[in-house]
């Protein structure tokens, strides 16, 4: 049995949740799905998938397999695309959404470039802070920011997004820099208002756990560009992405405070439903944004959005 033909049922099933839904997109049935799944499990010697007659989940073996899966499928489809396209212009209409902030930094000022290299294309960008419901709504293409929620969509690493704790100098001068997260709660904190804030609070590496803690203060705000121009104002600390203030720290208008403590880096992402086939302006919009992010002097302010 071919070992890509098994792969991509494995994926199907994983994606799709049963094995009858990946049996009717795929015009078969569902024995010859389960088929492909038990030579799959045979051959590797572990098990994928816990079956009954309700569910199936996904063993951890199978949910780290399914990831390398994934992107093998990916780059196997890229690199057909490449040869297959050949002169072929990608043409059609385009549609991506990001998060609001973000997108108006670092999505919407790339896409006349995207365009100009591509003139049969069109676009239309949605910016809103919801999760954006891809398959429903009739979207190609997400750009999200942070942990991914687990799902059937196939999603490719951008780059790396950390967030700090950072204040302007003339602040720091006036209040001094905190030396551990304790001393917080001594310091004037710029802090989502509780009804925007979609995360568990400021993230720091104490003693080898991850803590999280929702400081208070004075300030709060449900926008962050407004946290971000209060913080460069001087009027306290904020908790704010490597992509909207790296450009602020490189140029001496902010300064990162509290980095022996900075925990890990979660990502910025491009997301798009599992297809068989990738539409080609699918594919060269997440290989832009790539080369795009995947340049240091990109986040150091070379072309980010000066609001």
């Not at 992107?71 to 690199?79: E, G």
């Not at 470039?113 to 954006?132: G, Q, T």
């Not at 999603?155 to 917080?184: F, I, T």
């Amino acid at each position: 049995m071919d070992r890509l033909k098994q792969i991509e049922s494995f994926v199907a099933i994983a994606t799709k949740g049963s094995l009858s839904a990946a049996a009717q997109a795929e015009s078969v049935t569902p024995a010859v799905m389960g088929r492909r799944l038990d030579a799959l499990e045979a051959r590797l010697g572990i098990k994928l998938m816990l079956r009954s007659t309700r569910r199936l989940t996904l063993t951890h073996e199978g949910s780290a397999f399914l990831e390398d899966c994934q992107r093998l499928l990916i780059d196997f489809a890229n690199a057909e695309a490449s040869v297959s396209a050949g002169g072929i212009q990608a043409s059609g209409h385009l549609r991506l959404t990001a998060p609001a902030g973000f997108g108006r930094r670092h999505v919407a000022p790339l896409v006349p470039e995207f365009l100009a290299a591509h003139p049969d294309l069109s676009v239309s960008l949605n910016l809103s802070d919801r999760i954006v419901d891809l398959a429903a709504e009739g979207y190609d293409c997400a750009v999200r920011v942070g942990d991914l929620p687990d799902s059937s969509l196939v999603s490719q690493r951008l780059a790396d997004n950390r967030r700090l704790c950072v204040g302007a100098p003339a602040y720091l001068k006036r209040a001094g820099a905190p030396r551990h997260p304790a001393e917080l709660t001594r310091h004037a904190c710029l802090v989502l208002s509780s009804d925007a804030s979609q995360s568990r609070g400021w993230a720091f590496m104490i003693d080898g756990q991850l803590v999280h803690t929702r400081p208070s203060g004075r300030l709060d705000c449900s926008d962050g560009q407004v946290l971000h121009d209060w913080c460069l104002a001087g009027l306290g600390l904020a908790w704010r992405s490597t992509w909207e203030v790296e450009a602020d720290i490189a140029a001496g208008r902010l300064q990162a405070v509290l980095d022996d403590y900075a925990a890990a880096p979660n990502g910025i992402y491009a997301v798009y439903a599992q297809r068989k086939h990738l539409p080609l302006r699918v594919r060269l919009w997440v290989d832009f944004l790539k080369a795009r992010y995947g340049s240091a002097a990109y986040w150091r302010g070379a072309s980010v959005l000066k609001t």
